[in-house]
T-cell receptor, first 114, second 116 residues
Framework: AQSVTQLDSQVPVFEEAPVELRCNYS??????LFWYVQYPNQGLQLLLK??????LVESINGFEAEFNKSQTSFHLRKPSVHISDTAEYFC????????????FGSGTKLNVKP | DTGVSQDPRHKITKRGQNVTFRCDPI?????LYWYRQTLGQGPEFLTY????????KSRLLSDRFSAERPKGSFSTLEIQRTEQGDSAMYLC??????????????FGPGTRLTVL
């Protein structure tokens, strides 16, 4: 079975500061990796995903994540956050072989302060 | 373009009552998933449909829970004899068949269940 650990339940940060949200996973098989974002009172939205190829993936709003196979990590970073990035962020994995069931971490609440 | 919809958005019920939730996936998506999210936790997988076939059920899905997708389109999740521990957000997601947007799941807004 797969498991996902998000080490920080809450991350407070000031606007325009850099941020890193940590995600580690455990799996005995190859996995795909995802970050989803949940804004207040909204559903989960895909932020970015790693399937194969370049280990650094980027989103359209300035987030990036790097797949590190040796450390089984997929940390999410942004060099300069905005107030509008305040949300809860979930890391998820799914098996490469299978029907794409997701295993989610417990989430990290990013609180961007002015 | 309509996304995944869920109805109702909120449900308050008394312990012991039955409740039913509905999910309408994106129309061309043949894969449908139910997840449950409790406070402070990430979503946990409950069950998966490919077309009308229910192909996997989590051990979280006790015999009080049943899900259907009779025509391979919308799905329902029923909870019988609700318990306070069933209080959670129930999420539905869908994804296209292989060859579509690879492996992304599209989530609905969820149904928040409160059992008094």
């Amino acid at each position: 079975a797969q498991s996902v650990t998000q080490l920080d339940s809450q991350v407070p940060v000031f606007e325009e500061a850099p941020v890193e949200l940590r995600c580690n996973y455990s799996s005995s098989v190859s996995v795909y990796l995802f970050w989803y974002v949940q804004y207040p009172n909204q559903g989960l939205q895909l932020l970015l995903k790693y399937l194969s190829g370049s280990t650094l993936v980027e989103s359209i709003n300035g987030f990036e994540a790097e797949f590190n196979k040796s450390q089984t990590s997929f940390h999410l970073r942004k060099p300069s956050v905005h107030i509008s990035d305040t949300a809860e962020y979930f890391c998820a994995v799914s098996e490469v072989r299978g029907f794409n069931k997701f295993y989610f971490g417990s989430g990290t609440k990013l609180n961007v302060k002015p | 373009d309509t996304g995944v919809s869920q109805d109702p958005r909120h449900k308050i019920t008394k312990r012991g009552q039955n409740v039913t939730f509905r999910c309408d996936p994106i129309s061309e998506h043949n894969r449908l998933y139910w997840y449950r999210q409790t406070l402070g936790q990430g979503p946990e997988f409950l069950t998966y449909f490919q077309n009308e076939a229910q192909l996997e059920k989590s051990r979280l899905l006790s015999d009080r829970f049943s899900a259907e997708r009779p025509k391979g389109s919308f799905s329902t999740l029923e909870i019988q004899r609700t318990e306070q521990g069933d209080s959670a957000m129930y999420l539905c997601a869908s994804s296209p068949p292989p060859g579509g947007v690879i492996y992304e799941q599209f989530f609905g807004p969820g149904t928040r269940l409160t059992v008094l």
